[in-house]
């Protein structure tokens, strides 16, 4: 069964510094992995997305995640923090049947001044 | 371009009451989902249409009820509310099925509260 971990409940840094949030999935083939950024009450907003093309991939706001099958990864990163960057992330995987995805626990992101 | 608009934005219950979230789209997506947000558990999926006049449950379906009588709008129906539908809840949609872009659209959100 397709399912994502995410590894980091919450995270605090600097702004201005890299940011780094872990996704570990379960496939048992190479999924397409997607990461949802969600701001203070709004709804989800999709970041990026991995369709087995490229395995790096850019999205909005400055955000990237690299495709790593070998470790079975997908991680977010940023190289500078803006306080804008302050919400809560989701790690999301297509599951193996029908129209539906599993999302992951989220990751917390907090960004000091 | 409203997007994906819902309504209320929140409401507290008493148990045993019933009430409906109401949800329109304005991108003339077929596929519209509802969700429920809990704290740490990410979303789970509760219905989800593709189309006008079909529907069909998702992972946590019981105690609510969906219909999708236009493209715009898919309303769910919170029959005898219990404590453990205190949630935030998420209508979406999409243009195509989202296992296969990921592209959902979201709604703010309407924050229900069973007590």
């Known amino acids: 069964a397709q399912s994502v971990t995410q590894l980091d409940s919450h995270v605090s840094v600097s702004e201005g510094t890299p940011v780094l949030l872990r996704c570990n999935y379960s496939?048992?083939?190479?999924?397409?992995l997607f990461w949802y950024v969600q701001h203070p009450n709004k709804g989800l907003q999709l970041l990026l997305k991995?369709?087995?093309?490229?395995?790096l991939v850019k999205g909005i706001n400055g955000f990237e995640a690299e495709f790593k099958k070998s470790e079975t990864s997908f991680h977010l990163t940023k190289p500078s923090a803006h306080m804008s960057d302050a919400a809560e992330y989701f790690c999301?995987?297509?599951?193996?049947?029908?129209?539906?995805?599993?999302f992951g626990g989220g990751t917390r992101v907090l960004v000091k001044p | 371009n409203a997007g994906v608009t819902q309504t209320p934005k929140f409401r507290i219950l008493k148990i045993g009451q019933s009430m409906t979230l109401q949800c329109a789209q304005d991108?003339?997506?077929?596929?519209m989902y509802w969700y429920r947000q809990d704290p740490g558990m990410g979303l789970k999926l509760i219905y989800y249409?593709?189309?006008?006049?079909?529907?069909d449950k998702g992972e946590v379906p019981n105690g609510y009820n969906v219909s999708r009588s236009t493209t715009e709008d898919f309303p769910l129906r919170l029959e005898l509310a219990a404590p453990s539908q205190t949630s935030v809840y998420f209508c979406?949609?999409?243009?195509?099925?989202?296992?296969?872009?990921?592209?959902?659209?979201f709604g703010e959100g309407s924050r229900l509260t069973v007590l």
């Open positions: 979406a949609s999409s243009r195509t099925r989202q296992d296969l872009t990921g592209e959902l659209f």
């Open positions: 991995y369709t087995s093309a490229a395995t």
């Open positions: 991108m003339n997506h077929n596929y």
């Open positions: 249409s593709v189309g006008a006049g079909i529907t």
């Open positions: 496939s048992s083939y190479s999924p397409s």
């Open positions: 999301v995987v297509p599951k193996a049947a029908g129209n539906k995805l599993t």
